[in-house]
């Protein structure tokens, strides 16, 4: 079933591992190496040893790729309550969902909340697994790793590791897909299934309810993840009753606001079209409003530093524009700025950029929409000319194709406009989006 957003172990599977995956008898040989937050990490073995040691013999396990905020507080305490179990937050610091929150910046949120709960009746222990985003049977996994690890009881949540929603817009699997086979397969795997109970919070009883128990007639106040994310990015109020400040504080310094997170400017056009002239002067337009480096990644420069070995068959200019979205990419997640003018002229490469950068900051695709008809009478190198004569191979625009961009976040026409206006249009465009403060 075609997906608004790739599934993230299907796509990984298809278009991120090698060719080649291997099955078979594992037999170990070392186990893997860490280097942060080694205090935090525990193989069941060692974990067995902890319950022992203190003495517990019922652990209810929360599984968690997300800051812990109050309503998460408030249901592992109900959990840990009704199961009359200790509790361990154990959450995944492996591969998850594109756009989650990165596990170092998790790791240190809830290190942060630890203190809120009981010491002698809660533990932290992080689990270094990749999410496949998988659904119910994913959930069925993650219960019998837990049961590996010596725990008793399971929150298993709604939509438990769902991917999210389909095409139509409905969710991917029913929403309590999960816990249905989770409780059916529970007793043949040795664990308790606990029902995740979606927690909102009542505006006058100033706490926490189930979402089925919410007196009649009262205010539920709620924060989407889209909504925090929105309120990150534009240094707006995060308030109490929804998080932690000590939480706040961490999230607030990985994602500072939009002003002062890095970005890229992707100019894309057909050769001639003014795309390294335009980002000449928006480079220096950005160095006059100050406060971030600004690099500038013209495509004739990198081809010159960055990839002199390649050719202009497909294959070379598909590898030569992700080398350039990794560099800014890099860039981006540096607080820098990056400005690339290279053609891009396949949008499948020019998606593939995007979703790079867009890990670490705004993507603005800019398409510097210039005429064939206007590149080819500009043709200042005589590009065009030879391509026309077939003395130059797979030539944008002439033999070969330019994907016009369908949805960029500005489009430039340069046949009636000067360099400094189009520079300034963009200037405009990334003020409007928050990313810069005032031009003047």
């Given amino acids: 079933m075609p997906t608004t957003r790739p599934i993230r172990g299907v796509h990984y599977l298809h278009h991120v591992a090698g060719p080649v995956y291997l099955g078979g008898a594992v037999t170990g040989l070392q186990p893997p190496v860490h280097y942060d937050f080694k205090a935090r990490r525990d193989t069941p073995n060692e974990l067995r040893a902890f319950f022992r040691k203190m003495g517990w013999r019922r652990i209810v396990a929360f599984q968690t790729r997300n800051p812990l905020h109050r309503a998460h507080q408030e249901l592992t305490f109900r959990a840990a309550r009704e199961a009359q179990a200790n509790l361990l937050i154990h959450p995944v610091v492996g591969m998850t969902k594109p756009g989650d929150v990165d596990h170092f910046t998790r790791v240190r949120c809830y290190e942060a909340v630890l203190p809120k709960y009981p010491a002698a009746t809660t533990h932290l222990s992080l689990l270094n697994l990749a999410m496949r985003m998988a659904g119910p049977r994913e959930a069925l996994w993650h219960a019998i790793i837990r049961r590996n690890h010596g725990i008793t009881h399971f929150i298993v949540g709604r939509d438990h590791a769902g991917p999210g929603k389909n095409s139509q817009g409905k969710d991917f699997y029913d929403p309590y897909a999960a816990q249905d086979l989770v409780r059916q397969h529970q007793a043949e795997i040795g664990i308790e299934m606990v029902d995740f109970k979606q927690m909102v919070y009542v505006q006058e009883k100033a706490q926490y309810y189930p979402v089925d128990e919410v007196p009649e007639g009262c205010t539920v106040l709620d924060i989407s993840g889209t909504e925090l994310r929105r309120r990150l990015r534009e240094g707006l109020e995060i308030p109490e009753w929804f998080s932690f400040p000590e ?17 890229t400017v992707f100019f894309t056009g057909l050769s001639g079209s003014g795309k390294s002239t335009i980002a000449n002067a928006l480079m220096v337009k950005l160095m006059e409003v100050g406060g971030r480096p600004v690099t500038l990644l013209d495509g004739d420069v990198v081809r010159k530093h960055l990839s002199s070995e390649l050719g202009f068959s497909k294959e070379h200019r598909d590898i030569n524009i992700r080398r350039i979205g990794f560099v800014a990419s890099e860039i981006t997640k540096n607080g820098g ?39 080819e009478r500009r043709d200042r190198k005589g590009l065009y000319k030879l391509a026309r004569e077939g003395k130059i191979k797979e030539f944008t625009g002439i033999s070969d194709p330019y994907d016009v961009p369908e949805n960029p976040e500005l489009r430039i026409d340069t046949e009636n406009q000067d360099v400094d206006t189009c520079a300034h249009q963009v200037l405009l465009k990334l003020e409007a989006m928050g990313l810069i403060g005032g031009t003047g």
């Avoid at 290279?342 to 005429?371: D, K, L």
């Fill in 247 to 263: 939480v706040v504080a961490e999230l607030r310094r990985r994602f500072p606001p939009r002003s002062q997170q890095g970005f």
């Fill in 337 to 375: 700025i990056a400005i690339c003018a290279p053609i891009a002229p396949y949008a499948a490469t020019r998606r593939a950029v995007r979703e790079m950068i867009e890990q670490y900051g705004a993507f603005v695709e800019v398409h510097v929409a210039t005429s064939l008809e206007a590149c």
